[in-house]
């Protein structure tokens, strides 16, 4: 689904930039709350002993333009081509290992982990 990409830099361009939410509500509806409904709370979605340390350190000054040829997706086009945006990630870190730097991945094959989720998502 072409666009779903740039969905958290667009919810922190029109919404932490133009004061409609705060950073602390940009993390409850971009980590804390899905973990919670996807029963993965709180191994996922918070920063907390016995949790994941899964970090997304971001840049709030990072400004780009969104240009469908430099997605990761393997779309022809994108709905928000062209928009100016302000904000985005620098470094991803997954169980408090490094794996995007930048534009950079350092992920390895077979690296991921299943989770088994709860029963009593919420």
Not at 93 to 108: I, K, N, T, Y
Request: positive net charge; glycine residues 10%; charged residues 25%.
């Amino acid at each position: 689904m072409h666009g779903i990409e740039d969905r958290l830099l667009l919810l922190w361009t029109y919404g932490v930039n133009t004061g409609r939410i705060s950073a602390n509500r940009f993390v409850e509806l971009t980590a804390t709350n899905p973990a919670k409904i996807f029963g993965l709370y709180p191994r996922k979605g918070t920063l907390a002993p016995g949790s994941d340390a899964d970090v997304v350190v971001w840049d709030p000054a990072a400004e780009l333009t969104v240009d469908w040829r430099q997605m990761h997706m393997r779309v022809d086009h994108n709905v928000y081509d062209g928009c100016r945006l302000r904000g985005r990630p620098r470094q991803v870190f997954v169980r408090g290992e490094l794996l995007v730097d930048g534009s950079a991945w350092h992920g390895r094959r077979g690296a991921g982990t299943f989770l088994q989720r709860s029963s009593h998502a919420r």
